[in-house]
């Protein structure tokens, strides 16, 4: 399904399967209407019931600011109508107190500072071992040889899983992952992880381990320990909102380097422009390009009255681009003067693992530029497929076929 309008007697359509980009439509909203009475998905195979009667979306930085810090007008609770029926009552959905005790307890955990340790002990060794795999081969498609596969082993060792459940733990995150497309196997996938889950916590119980799901079952505020529902919730969600946005925005940016020959030379030769870098390519190519919100009073954003009960979409991948923020925001530039974008939300529900998600996309580059050398894409990988970021709501790169020499 296509939505076209016109700029300047030129059309400007927007594909919502995502199979072309959306940035030329996005660029025409924040110029014509970036509070915008309409949608941006398709609700054609979703039951009248469910649909939105009254739906708005925001595509400029500052709207999207405004509602993401404003969280009693812009509440995100009918995420429990929505992900809540796969994955429970989670952060996500939660405001208030219950949101404040609730990511107090989990976010030690996920600290820049409590991550350290991770590095030198986890995230280094299992991307060093990704690469090394694939070294001497030459050539790889790296969404499959790297991308989705080195957060996926990471978050397993942080969670403490045996090493032994990789393959499970991979084929239940992959379906959980895919229940846009595919709901019977991320429903049946969403029913295994919870007794999976459980049974981890159980043996933490009877004897605690130094692992994040240990941290979460030892976690205490003022004598409250969370229970085995929430623990399971939270570890749920992790999958989607850590591994999936980990290997989709680490796609992008290696697509973005590789599409870039000569930034990907710089970066290579400057490791120093790696943190800046993987901040530019998560403003150019947002991973996950809107959220939602709910209004629960009528309120004024843009110089548009929008009532209570609307649906608002913020569009963070359209905000990412706002040429009143950024510099040719349509650049990938990754020298450009930093500036904070807005790919982890902001406000109360701000990415509790965006520390995390750096941390672990800086090591993947060092170990990937510290064993191959010359990389490159390959455009034309023998099968009439071309590689690119595909996607609305989720973009990533449909592969990326490179060829390389190992370094001596
Ligand atoms: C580049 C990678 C990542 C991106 C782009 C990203 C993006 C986001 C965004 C946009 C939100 C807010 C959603 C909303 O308000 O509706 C969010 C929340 C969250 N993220 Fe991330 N995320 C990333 C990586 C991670 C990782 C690695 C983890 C943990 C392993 C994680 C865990 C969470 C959690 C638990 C929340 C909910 C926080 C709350 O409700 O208070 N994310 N993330």
């Not at 595509?59 to 029926?85: H, N, P, W």
């Not at 290997?247 to 290696?254: A, Q």
């Not at 991948?317 to 650049?331: F, K, L, Q, Y």
Request: hydrophobic share 40%; charged share 25%; with cysteine.
């Amino acid at each position: 399904m296509t939505l076209s309008t016109e700029s300047d007697g030129h059309p400007v359509a927007l594909d919502l399967t995502g199979e072309t980009s959306p940035y030329p439509f996005f660029e025409y909203m924040r110029r014509t209407d970036p509070v915008w009475h309409g949608s941006l998905s398709d609700h054609s195979q979703m039951p009248e019931e469910l649909r939105p009667n009254d739906e708005w979306v925001l595509f400029g930085y500052d709207g999207v600011f405004q509602a993401f810090r404003d969280d009693r007008i812009f509440t995100s609770a009918e995420y429990d109508k929505s992900i809540g029926l796969v994955m429970g009552h989670t952060i996500l959905a939660m405001g208030g107190k219950e949101h404040h005790d609730h990511r107090n307890l989990v976010a030690k955990a996920f600290r820049a500072t409590a991550l350290e340790r991770w590095e030198p002990s986890v995230i280094g060794p299992v991307c060093d071992e990704l690469v090394d795999e694939i070294k001497n081969d030459g050539h790889a498609d790296l969404v499959k040889a790297v991308t989705f596969e080195f957060p996926t082993r990471i978050i397993s060792v942080l969670l403490g899983l045996p090493a032994e459940d990789l393959e499970l733990f991979r084929r239940l995150s992959l379906d959980l992952i895919s229940i846009p497309s595919d709901i019977v196997a991320g429903l049946n996938a969403a029913a295994e992880l919870q007794g999976y889950f459980l049974n981890q916590v159980e043996q933490r119980r009877r004897k605690l381990t130094d692992d994040i799901i240990g941290d979460l079952v030892a976690a205490e505020i003022d004598g409250e320990k969370l229970t085995d529902e929430a623990i399971i919730a939270f570890l749920r969600l992790l999958l989607p909102a850590g591994l999936e946005t980990t290997y989709r925005s680490s796609g992008n940016l290696l697509y973005s380097l590789l599409t870039h020959p000569e930034q990907l030379a710089m970066v290579y030769q400057d490791r120093s422009l790696i943190p800046g870098a993987i901040e530019e390519g998560l403003r150019f190519e947002t991973p996950l390009t809107m959220v939602m919100r709910t209004t629960t009073q009528e309120v004024e954003i843009g110089g548009k009255t929008i009532p209570a009960g609307a649906q608002i979409d913020m569009c963070m991948g359209s905000a990412n681009r706002d040429e009143s923020r950024w510099t040719d925001a349509n650049t990938f530039d990754v020298r450009r003067p930093r500036q904070a974008h807005i790919a982890f939300a902001g406000g109360i529900h701000m990415c509790l693992g965006m520390h995390l998600a750096r941390m672990e996309t800086r090591v993947m580059l060092n170990s990937l530029f510290d064993r191959v050398t010359d990389l490159a894409f390959v455009p034309d990988d023998g099968t009439g497929e071309e590689s690119r970021i595909v996607g609305l709501t989720f973009r990533s790169p449909n592969k990326l076929p490179v060829r390389f020499s190992p370094v001596a």
